[in-house]
C-alpha cells in the first residue's frame, strides 16, 4: 500500500470516506495501528498523561515529543503522522513555533504538525505554511489552555461560544491550514464547520458529522485509568487483561512453577558430563 499523504486525506473528505485516525505515542502500538489500517496517527501530547504519568499536557517537552514521534513513524511508514506541538514550543515567538515543527519534520520525519488555538495563533500557523510545512489547527477544547477556559470543558454549548468556534476554524482556514480537529464541541457546530470548509475536518468528541474521528488509543484500548471522558467508546481492557497476566507470573515465580523445562536453555552434546566432572571436583 502506497504512504497515505495530505492530497489522499482530502480525496477521502472529497468520497465521502470517513478518516480513522488515533494516537500513539510507541513502537509496538503504531503497528499495530498500521495493521489495523488507520488513517492517520497523532503522536499527541496527551503522551504526557498516558505514557509519562503527568497530570496534564503542560510538562511535555518538545525533546519527548520528538523521541516517541520517531518510534511512531519507524513502526508506521504507510500512515500520515502528525506531531503535536507541545506547550511552549510556539507560544513565544513565530520564530521559535517555525524551529520547533521543522524539527518533526527534519528529526522524526512526521508528515504534519497539530498547534491549538484559532484566531490567537493565526500568525504562527501561517509562520508554519511559510516553511512548507503542512499544518493541521485543534479548536473547540484546548487542553493546553485549560487553565483559561476554566478547566477541561466541551466549547461552543452557547450561540456566543459556537460563533467563537466557528471564527476560529474560518480564521484557520484562511491563513492556510489543510487539516482541522476540532474537540468537545456539540455535534452541529462540528457539522457546520465540516461541510462549510472543503479540507478534512475531524472530530474528537464532536459527533458523528464530521470527515472522520480520532481517540486517544489509551482510552480505546483501556490502558489510562485515571479518567474517561464522555465521548471515549472503550474497545479493549488491556489494563484489566495486563494485571490479571503479571500477577500470574507473579505466582508462577513465587511457587517455582516458572521457568519450567521447555524455558531453559541446554549444554551442547556432551558437554553436560564435563561440565558435571568438573563441578565434582
Ligand atoms: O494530545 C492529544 O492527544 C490531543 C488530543 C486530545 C486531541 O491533542
Redesign the pocket.
Known sequence: MPKKGVLELHEMKRAGQKIAWL?AYDYPTATFEEAAGVDMI?V???LGMCVYGYPG?VPVTMDQCIVHSEAVRRAAPRTFVVG?MPFMSYQISDEEAVRNAGRFLKEAGVDAIKLEGGVSVISRVKAILAAGIVVCG?IGLT?QSSGQLGGHKAQGRTLESAKLVVEDARALYAAGIQLL?V?AVPPEVAAFIAAELPIPVLG?GAGAEVDGQ?L?VSDVLGTFQAFTPKFVKKYADLADVSTAALTEYVKDVRAAAFPEEAHCYHMLDGEHEKFAAFTDK
Open positions: 494516537t497523532l499527541g501530547d496527551s499536557t503535536d485543534h487542553p480537529l474537540e474528537i480520532l486517544i
